[in-house]
Nanobody, 123 residues
Framework: QVQLVESGGGLVQAGDSLRLSCAAS????????MGWFRQAPGKEREFVAA????????NYAVSVKARFTISRNYARNTVYLQMNSLKPEDTAVYYC????????????????WGQGTQVTVSS
């Protein structure tokens, strides 16, 4: 049974940093693309960042590029999201995804999801 377990969310002030972690178990995702999506209240879930577990190629949403960094520990089947210079508009539930799927405009879903972790940024 595949499980993705996120951790690291919390309440911070604007300008602060947070690091999210996502540990995958149940199978290896060594040839997969893993990543992060987020969903703010009243909005649809949106893509944040993705990384190819083999090779480490990364992809970011324009809104977080240069502030967020996605990385992975290949041996531990774990993905991280370092979030710097956080803004109130980054407030959302952040979801880890594995086996990301692509639409015409980039990554838009995943075959496996974590339960989500809340990130709240106060102004």
């Amino acid at each position: 049974q595949v499980q993705l377990v996120e951790s690291g969310g919390g309440l911070v002030q604007a300008g602060d940093s947070l690091r999210l972690s996502c540990a995958a178990s149940g199978r290896t995702f060594s040839r997969s693309v893993m990543g992060w999506f987020r969903q703010a209240p009243g909005k649809e879930r949106e893509f944040v960042a993705a990384i190819a577990m083999s090779g480490g190629t990364t992809n970011y949403a324009v809104s977080v590029k240069a502030r967020f960094t996605i990385s992975r520990n290949y041996a531990r089947n774990t993905v991280y999201l370092q979030m710097n210079s956080l803004k109130p508009e980054d407030t959302a539930v952040y979801y880890c995804g594995a086996d990301l799927t692509q639409g015409t405009q980039g990554y838009n879903s995943a075959d496996y999801w974590g339960q989500g972790t809340q990130v709240t940024v106060s102004s």
